[in-house]
């Protein structure tokens, strides 16, 4: 079938040779059956797919950046806005952590301001391979906890496809099983049926001994582990140049409509050697193509599978990079043009249709390769990170601050990265925590310091996101290729997420007030929903043996009481005040996150009604009777003094207090004993009170207690 087929012919080829393209079947004579042919990854062309950036690309109607760099070309972003660094945790944690700016309490996300994070050189890694030594993955492991990538060998046709397991979560990998030995690929995705697509460039010899008429093709390859033992046992292999004319695949998502349909996007890159345009490596403006899986057959579904961008339409420059966003919108990295485009979903069904004519960001420097988009991933809650190329280059979150769903502003995550200047072989991912994951040094040694190239040893690198708010901790060597001079890495996915949710949102405060922050030292409310997965239990007893754990900026919090939309924590002292991540998890698996603020004090008295107001709880402490309201004004001839219970006022002292409008003497303010969190105050009963006298607590630094709760004196 030749390239100028009409489209509704190319689909009807494709139907039919998703039919004949098992890799086990036999060979057929037939023009389908070059679906089936053993292609290989063209390594030595991806080695050569280095863009250089200019404001006028040689490629006939080339799509342009929307701002020159010329223009911009004494422009350097500044340092993300940072607030002091505060320690969080006990002294002996490393104050990896900031204080920051709160983020919005609600669905949308807000910049944080924060330091950035680093990565962790393997300058004390020894040169053989981390991974060598990985024991092996355990079966039932869920594959949205293992991490997929491909490691190519840059000497031979012998690439894997390596599957990598976190099992104690410090982000470095502890168990390895490789899924095949087929050759590796330039990108992979795993669906949420558990199949993995594969994509690469292979060279087509087009049937014949003469290597001039030889043509690169972009290639997709539907792996499948069909008894779950992580190891490939069937396979198809589709010819995407035949079916849509795509010159090449570098990079491929999958994703889940509405309806429940699998589907995969897949990009040629549109590779252009500004400065020789004969380069026969050069390629038309990239192509992207949805490919929408059809149960009955275990292939494609023709009549729903389509081109979003034509190759040769020049509505793109480069598209080396895919990202889908949770509200079904697909984002492409377009190192050329310095934009992250974004391909619709108009119709609602989570499956992207339609490309924008503008870009979802256009980034605001250009002066060098800093802000050109060599990879693009996105969150749940859809903050995207993107990269560039360079040895000391940036993660970059970037942010829908207003709701328009396009991107508005950006926030360095980490800086020092090391990535190689490839549209090819890269790799961006993120875990269902939020944990971002990078390809770095992808060539090796391939890339060679002496042709301005980074070295180094091809590696993953891991950093944790706990609030998944972009605001990133300093990173972690997650895993080493096997041979830093003989191999490459390239594509990150992991497996979906089938059992549990997205990760839901919470809110912190006071336990006592059930208004404002909690305070370090005091007990504090979580709220959300699906927090325990069911669980219900009022101790910490309880709590352990649902597997219900909190930790506040990666501290434990003990959990006191808890149900599915609440639980009740004790806010470890030695955290301090300032913003920190909150995060829930049962079994290991997180339920909920965000980031809270954590104040020195918020006084909250305890109410019967336990909704922070009402009546107070408190007991008569005149002669230790410890006996409940209603409180005589005065006990054996002297005024009552009473003990009011709550929580947060103990790093602001002294207290003040005024009941029924009148100030009252306190004899006591601090800790109640026996009970981390609790605080007590005992105070005298004012002269001519009497009824429901309400009672105000304020701290030495200003803090207030809730109005409306009272106390009965008769």
């Known amino acids: 079938m030749s390239r100028s087929t009409p489209r509704a012919l190319a689909l009807a080829a494709l139907a039919a040779a998703l039919c004949l393209s098992a890799a086990d079947s036999p060979r057929r004579a037939s023009a389908q059956s070059r679906a089936s042919k053993h292609f290989a990854p063209d390594t030595?062309?991806?080695?050569?797919?280095?863009?250089?950036?200019?404001?006028?690309?040689?490629?006939?109607?080339?799509?342009?950046?929307q701002r020159t760099r010329a223009a911009e070309a004494s422009?350097?972003?500044?340092?993300?806005?940072?607030?002091?660094?505060?320690?969080?945790?006990?002294?002996?944690?490393?104050?990896?952590?900031?204080?920051?700016?709160?983020?919005?309490?609600d669905a949308k996300t807000t910049a944080p301001l924060a330091p950035t994070a680093k990565p962790l050189a393997p300058t004390t890694a020894p040169l053989a391979s981390t991974a060598a030594r990985l024991a092996s993955v355990p079966a039932g492991t869920p594959l949205s906890r293992l991490l997929h990538v491909s490691q190519l060998s840059l000497v031979s046709s012998d690439g894997t496809h390596e599957q990598f397991l976190d099992r104690d979560g410090d982000l470095q990998a502890d168990e390895r099983a490789t899924f095949d030995a087929d050759g590796g690929s330039f990108d992979i995705a795993v669906g949420r049926s558990g199949a993995r697509y594969e994509v690469f460039t292979a060279i087509d010899d087009r049937g014949t001994g003469?290597?001039?008429?030889?043509?690169?093709?972009?290639?997709?390859?539907?792996?499948?582990?069909?008894?779950?033992?992580?190891?490939?046992?069937t396979s198809a292999t589709f010819d995407l140049g035949r079916d849509f004319g795509l010159p090449s695949a570098v990079s491929v998502v999958a994703g889940t409509s509405r309806a429940g349909r699998e589907f995969v996007v897949v990009s040629s890159s549109g590779f252009f050697n500004d400065q020789d345009p004969s380069d026969p490596r050069n390629e038309d403006s990239p192509g992207v193509v949805l490919l929408v899986r059809d149960a009955s057959t275990g292939g494609f579904d023709a009549t729903r599978s389509r081109r979003l961008v034509t190759v040769g339409d020049n509505r793109l420059f480069n598209a080396n990079g895919l990202a889908l966003l949770p509200t079904g919108d697909l984002v492409i990295a377009d190192f050329q043009s310095n934009e992250l485009r974004i391909v619709r979903d108009t119709d609602g069904d989570l499956v992207p249709d339609t490309l924008d004519p503008v870009a979802f960001y256009n980034f605001p420097l250009s002066a060098d390769a800093e802000d050109a988009p060599l990879d693009v991933a996105a969150n749940s809650r859809g903050v995207v990170f993107t990269h560039s190329v360079g040895n000391d280059t940036r993660l970059l979150a970037v942010y829908d601050t207003d709701g328009d769903r396009r991107a508005d502003t950006d926030v360095i995550a980490v800086e020092g990265l090391s990535v190689d200047n490839n549209l090819v072989l890269h790799g961006l991912t993120l875990a269902r925590d939020g944990a971002v994951y990078?390809?770095?040094?992808?060539?090796?040694?391939?890339?060679?310091?002496?042709?301005?190239?980074?070295?180094?040893?091809?590696?993953?690198?891991?950093?944790?996101?706990?609030?998944?708010?972009?605001?990133?901790?300093?990173?972690?060597?997650?895993?080493?290729?096997?041979?830093?001079?003989?191999?490459?890495?390239?594509?990150?996915?992991?497996?979906?997420?089938?059992?549990?949710?997205?990760?839901?949102?919470?809110?912190?405060?006071?336990?006592?007030?059930?208004?404002?922050?909690?305070?370090?030292?005091?007990?504090?409310?979580?709220?959300?929903s699906g927090l325990t997965r069911g669980a219900a239990g009022s101790t910490a007893e309880q709590a352990a043996a649902a597997g219900l754990r909190v930790s506040i900026e990666g501290v434990n919090a003990p959990v006191l009481s808890f149900s599915d939309t609440q639980v009740h924590v004790y806010v470890p002292q030695e955290l301090g005040a300032g913003v920190g991540s909150v995060v829930v998890s049962v079994g290991g698996n997180v339920t909920a996150a965000d980031d809270a603020s954590f104040v020195k004090a918020n006084p909250g008295i305890f109410t019967h009604a336990q909704t922070g107001a009402g009546?107070?709880?408190?007991?008569?402490?005149?002669?230790?009777?410890?006996?409940?309201?209603?409180?005589?004004?005065?006990?054996?001839?002297?005024?009552?003094?009473?003990?009011?219970?709550?929580?947060?006022?103990?790093?602001?002292?002294?207290?003040?207090?005024?009941?029924?409008?009148?100030?009252?003497?306190?004899?006591?303010?601090?800790?109640?004993?026996?009970?981390?969190?609790?605080?007590?105050?005992?105070?005298?009963?004012?002269?001519?009170?009497?009824?429901?006298?309400?009672?105000?607590?304020?701290?030495?630094?200003?803090?207030?207690?809730r109005a409306g709760v009272f106390i009965t004196v008769q």
């Open 44 to 65: 030595r062309g991806a080695l050569a797919a280095r863009q250089r950036l200019t404001d006028a690309p040689a490629r006939p109607g080339a799509r342009l950046p």
């Open 438 to 528: 990078v390809i770095e040094d992808a060539l090796g040694e391939s890339d060679d310091p002496a042709d301005g190239g980074n070295g180094g040893i091809p590696r993953v690198d891991a950093f944790a996101d706990p609030a998944l708010n972009g605001v990133l901790r300093d990173g972690a060597l997650y895993v080493l290729a096997d041979d830093e001079f003989t191999q490459a890495y390239s594509g990150l996915s992991f497996g979906v997420e089938t059992l549990l949710p997205p990760v839901g949102r919470l809110t912190v405060t006071n336990s006592a007030s059930l208004r404002g922050d909690a305070a370090h030292g005091s007990l504090a409310s979580i709220g959300g």
């Open 210 to 233: 003469n290597t001039s008429d030889d043509i690169p093709t972009g290639v997709l390859v539907v792996a499948l582990d069909t008894n779950g033992d992580f190891v490939r046992d």
């Open 615 to 705: 009546e107070a709880v408190a007991l008569l402490a005149s002669g230790m009777s410890y006996t409940p309201a209603p409180f005589p004004r005065t006990f054996g001839g002297t005024p009552s003094v009473v003990a009011l219970i709550g929580t947060g006022w103990r790093n602001s002292l002294p207290v003040s207090v005024q009941i029924g409008g009148r100030p009252a003497t306190v004899q006591f303010a601090g800790p109640s004993g026996g009970f981390n969190g609790l605080d007590q105050i005992n105070v005298v009963i004012p002269a001519g009170v009497s009824g429901a006298a309400a009672v105000n607590v304020t701290t030495a630094d200003g803090a207030t207690s």
């Open 75 to 105: 422009a350097r972003r500044a340092a993300s806005p940072t607030t002091e660094r505060k320690k969080r945790g006990p002294a002996a944690r490393p104050p990896q952590s900031p204080t920051r700016a709160r983020a919005a309490a």
